[in-house]
C-alpha cells in the first residue's frame, strides 16, 4: 500500500465510524476510538474533520442539551447520564482542538481554526443549555478561547489571522470580538510576537458594522435581532489603544502599529491629539516609521488642526537614495505630492524639493526616474515661479551648481538659483522611455498635470513589458561583423574578460 | 368645314399657352427702384415676379400641404396605383397600352437564375451573331463615292434658286416660273436621283456577289500552284543557314558595365558604410528614417569572403606590426602568402598568387568553384570595410593586438588541421538534437567550421526550402547556447564561452540573411528569460542571459536610440543590476560582467545607466574597510557592512594578469587574486564610463558618490597597474569638476514674429466684395454659419407661409359653414313669417288682435331663447333684454309654446312697439338697472 492512499482511506474510515456512531447512539466506542486516533496526532486534519462533523452534527440534534429546570434536582437518568458524558467528551475535545494551534504545520492549524470557528456557530445556533434572551448568542468564552490561540506569544499567525478575517464578515462575530479584545490586551509590557499577532488582527477588525448584515450564530437570522453597538466599539476601541500605545515597541511592530493607527484606528480615537507626541517621536526613528508618522501628522494637520511648522524639512530629510528601494517609495511620492500641492509655499522651499529629487533622479531606478520627471513637471506647473529652474533670466554658465546637496534646511539650500541639469543629462539615459521622460524640460508645460498615481507602482517589468509591445517594424542590424567574439567598433568585453 | 376651324382655335388656344408662359403679363413684373446706377453692373433684385412666385408656392402647397391638411386624423388613404392614372400628359388610349405593354412583359419575364436563354441582342433586325458572321459586307464604297452629291441639290440649282442674281435674272429667263414651282421641280430631281443611286448600288452588289462565286472556283487552282512552289525553297536549307541562325538565336551575352577598377570598389564600400554610419546616428538620435529595408543580400559566396575577411584581420594585424601602411590593399593581398586558402579566393585578380591557388584547389566546394567569378567583388568590397574598421580599431587596441596574434595565429593553424578532418559537407540537422549531438563532442574551432560548411551547404539560392532550414538553424543555434551555458566547472565554462564566440559570426550571418526571423527569436528568447527571472528578482539568473545578451550586442546595432531588440535587453540589463542581491563571488563577477556590457552599449551613444554606475559605487564600497562605528552608507541592494573586497595582504609586487575570467561567474571563493581583479574591472569601467560622460551636463554629480568612496579606498596593497588606474580616475573625476561649463537652462527662445512689411500688400482683387483676412478654416466656418442663418430665415418664412396658407383655408371652411347656417336660418325665418303672414290673416279675418298679441309675446320668448342659441349678435341680445324687462313687467305670461316660428321684422316691430310703450309707463330707475345688468 502505497503512502499516497493512506490518509485518503483514513479519513474514509473515520468518516464511516462517525456515520455510524451518528446514526446509533450505542456505537459510542467509535467516538472514543476517533477521538483516542486524535490524541496520536496521526492524521490531524482528517480527525479534526470527523470530530467537527460529529460535534455540529450533536449540536444540530440537541443530543448534549440538557434542560435545566431551576429549583428542581436533576434526576440522574440513563439519558441524563449519557448526555453528560457527552458533554464532558465535548469540552474535553474542545480544548484538544485548541492545542493543535499550535501545531507545526500551518495548513493543521487553519484547519483546526475553521473546525473551532464551526463548532462555535453550531453551538451558537444550538446552545448547550436554554437561553432567556432572544438576542443572539454567541459562546464568549470560546471565541475568547480561540483568540487568546491566535494571539500566541509563541508563534507568528499571520495566516491565522488571515484565515481569520473571513469570519469577521459575520457582525455578531465582529462585535464579541471588539467586545471580548480588551480582556485579551496584555496591560504590561508582552513580547513582540504577540504584539505583532495583535497588530494584525487588530488591522483586520473594522470599527463599523458591515455593509451586509450577517450573522454566523444565529440560525436563518430572520427573527434575530442583533443590535450592533458602533458607539460601544469605540470605547472598546480607546481602551484597546491606551493599553498598546504604553506597549514597548520594536522597529518591525512600531511600523505595524502606525499602519493600524492611520488605516483603522485614528478616526475613532476620542483624543487624537494625545498622539502628537508619540507621532513626533516616531518621526526621528527614520526610514518607513517616519514616513507613516509623518503621515501621521499631515493628518493631524489636516483633521485636527496640529501646528507643526517644521514638517517640510523632515519631508525634505526622507528623500534620500535608499528610498527608491523601500516599499514605502509610492507613499511617500504620494505624502510629497499632497504636501507640495498648496501653492502658497514659497518658491525657494519647493525648488529645493525639486532639485533634490533631481539629483536623486541621477542615482534613482528607471521606473522611479520617470515618477520623479512627472513630479518636477508638476511641482513647476503648480508654482510658475520654479520656471527660473528651466528657463534662468539671464542665462550664462557657471561651474559649479548653486545648490546645495548637503544642506538639511530646504530654505537655506540655495535651490532657486540653480538649474535642472540632472534632467538634461536624464535625456541622454540609455532607456528611451526615461530619455523621452526627461525631455519635458524643452517644451514649453502642457496646462494639465501629469497624473502620478497611475505610475507610481511601476516596476522595471512594466517597462519592459512597454518596450516589448513597440513592436517597431524598423528591422535593423548591425553592419559591422563581429570578429569572432569582438566588435570591431565599441568592443569592451573583450578588453577586460578573460574567455579561456 | 367647322372642323378645321376649330382645329385651328385649338392650335391658336395651345400657342398661345405657350406664349403665356414665355411672355409676362407686364403687370406682374415687378421692379424695383435703383437709386444709383452703375454702368455694366448686373444685379439680381432689379425685377422681380412676386405674383408668379406666391401663384407657384401657392399651387405648390395645394398638392401638398392642403391635402394633408384633408387627410389629416385620417388613417386610411387611397391610392391609385394605376399606371398613368395620375399622369394628366396621357390619353386614355395611352394608358390602356401602357397597362397591356406591363402585363405582357410581366407574362414574359423570364427567372434570372435560367441563364441558358438570354435575350438575343440585335442590331438593325439582325442578331449579332449573324452579323458576325460577315457573310454580307457590302463595301460602303459605293455611297461614298457619289455621297457628296448623292442626296443634296447639285451646285447649278443652288446657285439659281438661293444666290442666283436675285431678281433680275429671275424675270429674264424664268419668269414665269414660281416659287412653288421650283420647289417642286427640286423634289422631282433629288428623288430621281436617288431612285438612280439605288439602281446603281444594286448593280454593283450583283455583279460582287459574281465575281465572288466565280473566284470561289477558281481557288483551288491558285493555291495548289503557290504550295508547289513554296516546299522545295524549304528542303534547300544548308548547314551555312543552320549555323547562320543559330548564331542568331543564339543567347547573346548582355552588355555589361565595365569592371570596376580597385579605387571605385574602395570607394563604393567606403560609401556605402558612409551611408549606414549616417543612419545609425540618425537612429541613434531617435531620428527614424525610413531605412532601406531590403538589405544587400548576403550570398555564398559572401560568407565564404567572410572567412578571408576574418583571416585577413589577422595578417594586417602582423603588418601593423612591421609598420607598413595597411591602406595599400593591394600589398596586403601579395603578402598573404602564408595562408593558401584565401589566395584561391582571390585567384581570378591576382595572377601571382596562381601558384598557391594549386595547393588550395581540393579546399573549395564544387558549389563554391562555380560561383567564383562574384568573388572579387565581395572581397575588395569587404576589404574596404576592412580598412576603416581597421583604422579605427588601431586606436584602442593596439595594446593587446600583439598578445592577440600569437594566438590567433595558434589558433589558425588548429583549424587549418581542423579543416583537413572533417568532411565537406553536411546534412541538414532535422531536429535540435542532431545539432546538439554533431556540435557538442568537437572542439570549438571544429564547430566553428562544421558551423561554416553546413550554412554554405544550404544557402537560401541553393535550394528552396533552405532558408527556412536556416531560420531553424538560429533557433537551434540559440538553444544550444542556451544548453551550453548550464556549465558547472571551469573548464565547462570556457568552452562554452570559446564555442560561442566561434558561434558569434554565423549566428550574424545568419541574422543578415533574415533579420526578422532574427529579430523575432531574439525578442522571444530575452522575453523568456526575463519572465524567469521576474519570479526570482532577488537574484542573478543564469550565465545564458549574459551571453544572449551579448549576442544581441553582436548581431544588433546598440547605438539605436529604441531598438526592438536592444531596449528590451538593456531594461532587463538595468533591472537585474538594480535589484540582485551582491553577496557572493558569483554575484559581484556576474554583475560586473553586465556593467562591462552596459558600457558596451552604451558606449557609442555615450548614453547614461545610473545602475551600472551605482553598481560599481558598490563594489568600490564592498572595497572598503568597514570601522564598527562609523556607518559608511550606500544604497541596496548592497549591504552597509559588507567586507568581501578589501584587499588585506599587500600584493604591491605582484604582476599578475589583470583580466576577469568568466570562470568567476561560476560559485566559488572570493581570493585576493579576484579581489583585485574585480577592483581593477571596476576602476576601468568607472574610467571609461567618465570618459563616455564628460560632455554631460551633472556629470559630476554622478560621479560625486565615485569620488567619496574612491578616497576611502585604501590603495597600499594592490599592484602598481591598479594604482595607477586608480590616480588617473582621481584625476579624471577632478578635473571632469573643474573643467565643465553648466551651461544655465533656457527655453529656445520664441521665434520673434515678424515685423509687418512696409511694402503695400497687395491683394489681387475679382469682385467688389471686401473680404476679411482670415483663416481658411474660419472663412469656411463663417460661410456655413451665413448658410445656416439664411437656410433657418427661409425655413421660419415657410413655415410662417404654411401657417398663413393653412389658417386661410381654416377661415375659408368657416366662412362657408357660416354660410350655409345663415342659409338654413334663413329659410326658417322666411318659412316662419310665411306662417305668420297666414295666421295674421286668419286673425284679421277673426279680428281677435287681442289674444293674438299675447300668443306672440309668448312666442317671442322662445324665439329670444333660440336667438341666444344662435349668438347671432349683441345688439339683439341687448334687444332681448330689454324685451325680457317688459315681458317681467307684463303679468299676463302665456305658457303656450306652440308656436314657433316668427318673422324677425315683425318681432322687431312689435318689439319697438312695446318699449316705446314701456317707457312711458315704466320708471327710468328701473329700465336703467336693467341695462347695467347686461353690462
Known amino acids: 500500500m502505497s503512502q499516497h492512499d493512506k490518509p485518503v482511506k483514513i479519513s474514509k474510515i473515520l468518516r464511516n465510524k462517525a456515520e455510524e456512531f451518528l446514526s446509533n447512539p450505542n456505537l459510542s466506542n467509535n467516538l472514543l476510538d476517533i477521538i483516542k486516533h486524535f490524541e496520536t496526532g496521526a492524521d490531524t486534519s482528517a480527525c479534526l474533520l470527523t470530530l467537527e462533523f460529529i460535534f455540529t452534527n450533536l449540536l444540530k440534534n440537541g443530543e448534549m442539551h440538557i434542560e435545566v429546570i431551576p429549583l428542581k434536582p436533576i434526576e440522574p437518568t440513563i439519558e441524563y447520564q449519557y448526555r453528560q458524558w457527552l458533554r464532558n467528551l465535548y469540552e474535553e475535545t474542545w480544548s484538544k482542538v485548541l492545542t493543535t494551534f499550535e501545531n507545526s504545520s500551518i495548513k493543521i492549524q487553519m484547519q483546526a481554526l475553521s473546525s473551532s470557528m464551526n463548532i462555535l456557530a453550531y453551538e451558537g445556533r444550538y446552545p448547550l443549555e436554554h437561553k432567556g434572551s432572544l438576542e443572539c448568542y454567541v459562546p464568549l468564552n470560546r471565541l475568547k478561547l480561540i483568540l487568546m490561540r491566535i494571539l500566541s506569544n509563541k508563534h507568528h499567525n499571520p495566516h491565522l489571522v488571515a484565515k481569520f478575517e473571513e469570519y469577521l464578515i459575520y457582525d455578531d462575530i465582529l462585535f464579541y470580538v471588539w467586545k471580548v479584545l480588551p480582556s485579551l490586551t496584555a496591560k504590561s509590557n508582552p513580547n513582540d510576537i504577540y504584539i505583532m499577532n495583535y497588530l494584525l488582527l487588530l488591522e483586520k477588525l473594522q470599527v463599523k458594522r458591515n455593509e451586509e448584515s450577517r450573522m454566523l450564530c444565529s440560525s436563518g437570522g430572520m427573527n434575530m435581532h442583533f443590535n450592533f453597538d458602533e458607539t460601544a466599539l469605540k470605547r472598546y476601541l480607546n481602551k484597546i489603544w491606551n493599553c498598546i500605545i504604553l506597549w514597548e515597541h520594536t522597529v518591525a511592530t512600531h511600523k505595524q502599529l502606525l499602519i493600524v493607527l492611520l488605516e483603522k484606528v485614528l478616526p475613532y480615537l476620542d483624543k487624537p491629539l494625545l498622539l502628537t507626541d508619540f507621532l513626533m517621536d516616531s518621526l526621528d526613528v527614520g526610514g518607513p516609521v517616519s514616513l507613516l508618522a509623518l503621515q501621521g501628522i499631515f493628518t493631524m494637520i489636516q483633521v485636527y488642526n496640529l501646528d507643526y511648522p517644521n514638517i517640510f524639512a523632515k519631508l525634505y530629510s526622507m528623500f534620500e537614495p535608499e528610498i527608491f528601494h523601500t516599499k514605502f517609495k509610492p507613499r511617500l511620492f504620494y505624502l510629497a505630492d499632497l504636501f507640495l500641492s498648496s501653492t502658497h509655499l514659497p518658491e525657494n522651499l519647493v525648488a529645493a524639493f525639486a532639485k533634490r529629487l533631481a539629483r536623486l533622479a541621477l542615482v534613482a531606478p528607471s521606473e522611479d526616474i520617470i515618477i520623479i520627471c512627472m513630479f518636477i513637471g508638476n511641482l513647476i506647473l503648480r508654482h510658475p515661479g520654479l520656471k527660473c529652474l528651466l528657463n534662468h533670466s539671464v542665462g550664462g554658465t557657471t561651474t559649479n551648481d548653486p545648490y546645495i546637496m548637503e544642506e538639511r534646511d530646504p530654505l537655506k539650500s540655495n535651490a532657486i538659483n540653480s538649474s535642472l541639469w540632472e534632467i538634461q543629462t536624464l535625456q541622454n539615459h540609455a532607456l528611451p522611455s526615461v530619455a523621452t521622460a526627461a525631455t519635458f524640460i524643452n517644451n514649453p508645460l502642457p496646462s494639465i498635470e501629469w497624473d502620478i498615481s497611475k505610475v507610481l507602482e511601476n516596476t522595471g517589468d512594466n517597462i519592459f513589458d512597454k518596450e516589448l509591445k513597440k513592436n517597431s517594424k524598423l528591422v535593423a542590424l548591425a553592419f559591422d561583423k563581429p570578429n569572432r567574439f569582438s566588435l570591431s567598433k565599441g568592443e569592451k568585453l573583450f578588453n577586460y574578460w578573460n574567455f579561456c | ?935
Request: glycine residues 4%; proline residues 3%.
Open chain 2, 1 to 935: 368645314m367647322a372642323r378645321p376651324k376649330n382645329k385651328r382655335n385649338q392650335i391658336s388656344n395651345q400657342s398661345q399657352k405657350q406664349q403665356a408662359k414665355k411672355k409676362l403679363n407686364p403687370f406682374e413684373v415687378h421692379i424695383n427702384k435703383e437709386k444709383l446706377k452703375v454702368l455694366g453692373k448686373k444685379s439680381k433684385s432689379d425685377r422681380g415676379l412676386p405674383g408668379v412666385s406666391r401663384e407657384k408656392a401657392l399651387r405648390k402647397r395645394k398638392s401638398t400641404l392642403q391635402q394633408e391638411f384633408k387627410l389629416q386624423h385620417k388613417s386610411n388613404t387611397f391610392s391609385d396605383k394605376r399606371i398613368g392614372e395620375r399622369n394628366t400628359n396621357m390619353t386614355d388610349e395611352d394608358r390602356f397600352i401602357a397597362r397591356y405593354a406591363k402585363l405582357k412583359a410581366k407574362r414574359h419575364k423570364k427567372s434570372i437564375f435560367n441563364l441558358a436563354d438570354e435575350e438575343v441582342l440585335t442590331h438593325k433586325g439582325q442578331t449579332l451573331s449573324e452579323i458576325e458572321k460577315f457573310e454580307n459586307v457590302m463595301s460602303d464604297d459605293g455611297d461614298s463615292l457619289d455621297g457628296d452629291t448623292s442626296g443634296r441639290l447639285d451646285a447649278d440649282f443652288v446657285a439659281e434658286a438661293h444666290f442666283g442674281g436675285g431678281i433680275l435674272k429671275k424675270t429674264g429667263i424664268e419668269g414665269a416660273k414660281s416659287h412653288k414651282d421650283l420647289i417642286e421641280q427640286l423634289i422631282t430631281e433629288s428623288k430621281k436621283r436617288k431612285a438612280e443611286k439605288q439602281k446603281l448600288k444594286e448593280e454593283t452588289l450583283e455583279l460582287t456577289e459574281k465575281l465572288d462565286s466565280e473566284w470561289k472556283d477558281l481557288l483551288p487552282l491558285v493555291n495548289k500552284s503557290k504550295s508547289k512552289n513554296v516546299v522545295p525553297e524549304n528542303e534547300k536549307a544548308d548547314d551555312y543557314d543552320k549555323v547562320m541562325r543559330q548564331l542568331k538565336f543564339e543567347a547573346r551575352g548582355t552588355p555589361s558595365d565595365r569592371l570596376k577598377t580597385e579605387d571605385e570598389i574602395a570607394r563604393e564600400a567606403k560609401e556605402k558604410l558612409e551611408t549606414l554610419e549616417k543612419e545609425r546616428l540618425e537612429r541613434m538620435h531617435g531620428v527614424i528614417s525610413k531605412i532601406n529595408e531590403s538589405r544587400k543580400h548576403v550570398s555564398a559566396d559572401g560568407l565564404d569572403v567572410n572567412f578571408v575577411y576574418d583571416s585577413e584581420t589577422e595578417v594586417t594585424l602582423s603588418y601593423n606590426q612591421e609598420g607598413i601602411s595597411n591602406v595599400e590593399l593591394e600589398a596586403e593581398i601579395n603578402g598573404k602568402t602564408i595562408v593558401p586558402r584565401e589566395s584561391g579566393d582571390s585567384k581570378s585578380d591576382n595572377s601571382e598568387n596562381n601558384e598557391s591557388s594549386s595547393e588550395s584547389g581540393n579546399d573549395e566546394n564544387p558549389e563554391e568553384c562555380e560561383e567564383e567569378s562574384d568573388n572579387e567583388d565581395k572581397l575588395s568590397d569587404l576589404k574596404g570595410e576592412d580598412s576603416i574598421s581597421e583604422s579605427e580599431s588601431e586606436l584602442e587596441y593596439v595594446g593587446y593586438e600583439d598578445k592577440i596574434r600569437e594566438d590567433l595565429l595558434k589558433r589558425k593553424a588548429i583549424m587549418e588541421n581542423a579543416r583537413e578532418e572533417l568532411p565537406y559537407s553536411y546534412n541538414f540537422p532535422s531536429n535540435y538534437e542532431e545539432l546538439h549531438s554533431l556540435l557538442l563532442p568537437q572542439p570549438s574551432e571544429h564547430q566553428f567550421i562544421i558551423l561554416e560548411r553546413l550554412i554554405k551547404c544550404h544557402h537560401p539560392s541553393l535550394g528552396e526550402k533552405n532558408k527556412e532550414n536556416l531560420d531553424l538553424l538560429f533557433a537551434y543555434l540559440l538553444q544550444y547556447i542556451n544548453d551550453i551555458s548550464q556549465a558547472k566547472d571551469i573548464q565547462d565554462i570556457n568552452k562554452c564561452f570559446r564555442v560561442f564566440t566561434n558561434i558569434t559570426p554565423h549566428l550574424y550571418d545568419l541574422a543578415q540573411m533574415s533579420p526578422f526571423n532574427a529579430h523575432t527569436l531574439m525578442i522571444g528568447v530575452i522575453e523568456e528569460k526575463q519572465k524567469d527571472y521576474r519570479k526570482n528578482k532577488q537574484t542573478y539568473p543564469g550565465n545564458d542571459i549574459v551571453l544572449f545578451l551579448k549576442l544581441v550586442s553582436c548581431i544588433f546595432p546598440t547605438s539605436d536610440f529604441r531598438h526592438v531588440v536592444v531596449t528590451p535587453a538593456i531594461t532587463f540589463m538595468d533591472q537585474m543590476l538594480n535589484k540582485c542581491r551582491v553577496r557572493t563571488r558569483r554575484d559581484i563577477a556576474y554583475g560586473l560582467f553586465l556593467t562591462t556590457l552596459a558600457l558596451e552599449y552604451t558606449s557609442l551613444t555615450k548614453r547614461f545607466l545610473p545602475s551600472a554606475i551605482n553598481f560599481l559605487v558598490g563594489i568600490l564600497h564592498m572595497a572598503i574597510p568597514k570601522t564598527g562605528v562609523k556607518l559608511i552608507k550606500i544604497s541596496p541592494p548592497f549591504k552597509i557592512s559588507c567586507n568581501k573586497l578589501v584587499l588585506c595582504n599587500n600584493h604591491e609586487e605582484s604582476t599578475m594578469e589583470l583580466a576577469m575570467s568568466v570562470g568567476y561567474l561560476l560559485e566559488g571563493e572570493i581570493n585576493d587574486e579576484f579581489r583585485i581583479r574585480a577592483i581593477h574591472l571596476c576602476l576601468s569601467l568607472l574610467e571609461e564610463f567618465a570618459v563616455n560622460f564628460m560632455d554631460l551636463q551633472s556629470s559630476y554629480e554622478i560621479f560625486i558618490a565615485v569620488l567619496k568612496y574612491l578616497e576611502l579606498v585604501p590603495m597600499g596593497n594592490y599592484p602598481k597597474k591598479v594604482k595607477q588606474k586608480w590616480t588617473l580616475l582621481m584625476e579624471e573625476i577632478i578635473t571632469m569638476k573643474n573643467n565643465r561649463r553648466m551651461e544655465y537652462l533656457m527655453l529656445a527662445p520664441k521665434k520673434p514674429k515678424a515685423l509687418r512689411l512696409y511694402e503695400p500688400n497687395i491683394e489681387k482683387v475679382y469682385d467688389t466684395k471686401r473680404r476679411k483676412i482670415q483663416s481658411r478654416e474660419k472663412t469656411e466656418r463663417d460661410k456655413l454659419l451665413h448658410k445656416l442663418k439664411r437656410e433657418r430665415k427661409g425655413a421660419l418664412r415657410e413655415i410662417r407661409r404654411d401657417r398663413e396658407f393653412l389658417s386661410g383655408i381654416k377661415i375659408n371652411q368657416k366662412i362657408q359653414s357660416d354660410m350655409e347656417r345663415q342659409a338654413k336660418v334663413n329659410k326658417l325665418l322666411s318659412e316662419a313669417s310665411l306662417q305668420q303672414s297666414e295666421l295674421n290673416a286668419m286673425d284679421r279675418k277673426k279680428n281677435r288682435k287681442k289674444t293674438i298679441t299675447s300668443q306672440i309675446r309668448g312666442n317671442v320668448r322662445f324665439c329670444i331663447v333660440e336667438y341666444l342659441a344662435l349668438a347671432l349678435s349683441d345688439v339683439l341680445l341687448l334687444f332681448v333684454v330689454d324685451l325680457q324687462a317688459t315681458l317681467d313687467r307684463d303679468e299676463r305670461q302665456s305658457s303656450q309654446h306652440g308656436l314657433v316660428k316668427v318673422r324677425l321684422d315683425r318681432i322687431e316691430e312689435e318689439l319697438a312697439e312695446h318699449v316705446r310703450d314701456g317707457r312711458h309707463q315704466q320708471c327710468p330707475a328701473e329700465h336703467s338697472g336693467g341695462g347695467e345688468r347686461i353690462c
